[in-house]
């Protein structure tokens, strides 16, 4: 009997913790009493605020799915996908242009958009020819499962109503909106593998060197935070799925949610990183085994969330321990190989830098060299020129020194000069107050004499005046 070993854990993102939302995802196995037989799903509801019970719609489509394909295991004659190998991709949802794979306008004329639904519309077509039967019986069991999950979320809608919040979130939108969620499973059977998914997530599979791959065609409608769903009109033909009727089962399937898938980057550009860490899952369940590895993986999810998507994580996985067990250790070998490719890769490019960053410090030291000769010259040429100022400056000094002592002597004279001048001053005021003095004394003398003068004309008769007039005519004879 082969050794699977199945486990599936969903928890809480770290933005739902922090808006007291609850876990949307939804995850469950399931394993038949012979081993020989097991399923793993994980769906995801959709987070938006429309979606107000889309962690009720992923339990009820993980709850159907697995109804549906245990029913589907147990009464589908194997032969009918015994030897075959399909991957068919999401297809047309108008079964009048279905396979249709003209052109609708010129290729240079279309948008990247339409490119790729072209693209995907004609891979589709060419992938289902020739398992025309197979793709009926596979496409008639998703059908069970979409009309179902219909049913039982109007029954759910209908037993426990939408409350007054609800409504106005849903606003006049379809019941479904309300239950939005993706899905996608993983069956195995003695026969054959069978895997289908709707929306995004990641299916992954990997053989005995845990060499990763996704057997799944991806969907063009599910890129950044678009994605395909069971709450959108007609949503069957947007499913797609594999399978593998050749016995070549896989060692390990990985089912996850975008929350984990979102944790590592993103998976079309990088997807080593989530390979890494699924690839390390398995070694660390083949060397500590499942249960230690289940606890550590619960522990670990949110704080991965919490530092990564903040999304809800589901993940869901069927492990054949022994047929790891090697590649278990090949992968060890390999991360260390790559670890140390790594450091080697560090190292050359650390000597790579400094071997750049030493010429063109040797550039710069022969610059700074060239320019230390130049200012050599100009020292020497300033030199010189501070010796000739140096000498001018003495000469400039001792000139100065020789107009100091002239200064001196200069004052020196300038203050017997002004000294003189306040004397000739002093001397001047003095001869100009004794004038004043002698102005008035000759003022008052003057006055004096004007007094007698007019008191001896009062004194003196006319007569007199005229006798004397012929005296001054004789008087002026004479002389």
């Known amino acids: 009997m082969e050794n699977w070993n199945l486990f599936h854990l969903s928890v ?11 876990c949307q995802d939804y995850s469950l196995t399931w394993q038949s009493d012979d081993g020989l037989k097991h399923v793993l799903i994980v769906c995801d509801g959709h987070g938006g605020s429309t979606y107000v019970r889309s962690d009720v719609g992923s339990k009820i489509a993980a709850e159907v799915a697995l ?14 996908l015994m030897n075959k190998k399909i991957a068919v991709t999401a297809r047309d949802a108008n079964p009048a242009t279905r396979w249709n794979t003209i052109p609708q306008k010129p290729l240079p004329q279309m948008t990247e958009t339409e490119m790729m639904n072209w693209k995907q519309k004609w891979c589709f077509v060419q992938q289902v020819a020739g398992f025309e039967e197979q793709d009926k019986a596979i496409m008639g069991m998703l059908e069970k499962i979409y009309q179902r999950w219909e049913e039982n979320i109007v029954n759910h809608a209908q037993i426990i109503p939408l ?8 606003g006049e939108k379809r019941i479904e909106k309300a239950y939005g969620s993706t899905l ?38 599910c890129f950044q935070n678009f994605t395909t769903s069971l709450c959108n009109r007609q949503p069957v033909s947007s499913f797609r799925y594999a399978v593998d009727g050749t016995g070549a089962f896989p060692a390990a399937v ?46 670990f999810l949110p704080k991965l969330s919490a530092i990564g998507s903040k999304d809800d994580i589901s993940i869901a ?27 080697h890769n560090e190292r050359a490019k650390r000597i790579g830098q400094a071997d750049t960053e030493l010429r063109l410090l040797e550039t710069d030291c022969a610059k700074l060299q060239k320019e230390i000769e130049e200012k050599r010259a100009q020292h020497f040429l300033l030199k010189d020129k501070v010796s000739l100022l140096l000498d001018q400056l003495y000469d400039l000094l001792f000139q ?14 300038l203050e017997d000069v002004l000294c003189k001048k306040n004397e000739m001053c002093s001397e001047l005021q003095r001869l100009k107050d004794e004038n004043e003095k002698m102005d008035r004394e000759a003022v008052v003398e003057k006055s004096e004499l004007k007094k007698q003068h007019d008191e001896l004309q009062k004194e003196v008769d006319v007569p007199v005046e005229v006798d004397l007039k012929p005296e001054d005519s004789s008087s002026n004879q004479h002389d």
Not at 274 to 290: D, E, I, P, V
Not at 322 to 327: F, H, L, N, R, S
Not at 400 to 413: F, G, I, N
């Open 317 to 343: 996985g069927a492990v054949n321990l022994q047929a790891i067990a090697t590649g278990s250790e090949q992968f060890s070998l390999r991360m260390r190989r790559d670890e140390l490719n790594r450091q």
């Open 184 to 221: 996608m499973a993983y069956a195995k059977t003695p026969d054959y593998w069978l895997a289908f998914q709707i929306g995004d997530g990641r299916l992954l599979m990997c053989d005995q060197q845990l060499n990763w791959r996704q057997p799944v065609p991806w969907d063009c409608n």
């Open 67 to 80: 109804d549906e394909i245990r029913r589907f295991i147990s009464e589908q004659s194997p032969e009918l």
């Open 254 to 299: 990985i089912c996850c949610t975008d929350g984990l898938e979102d944790s590592y980057g993103d998976y079309e550009v990088a997807p080593e990183r989530l390979h890494n860490f699924l690839s390390g899952l398995l070694q660390q369940m083949a060397k500590h085994g499942m249960d230690t590895t289940f606890v550590n993986l619960k522990e």
């Open 400 to 413: 100065e020194s020789v107009c100091e002592v002239d200064a001196a002597e200069l004052t020196k004279k």
């Open 12 to 22: 809480l993102g770290a933005g739902h913790v922090k808006t007291g939302k609850p």
């Open 163 to 170: 409350t007054k919040d609800e409504r106005l979130a849903l």
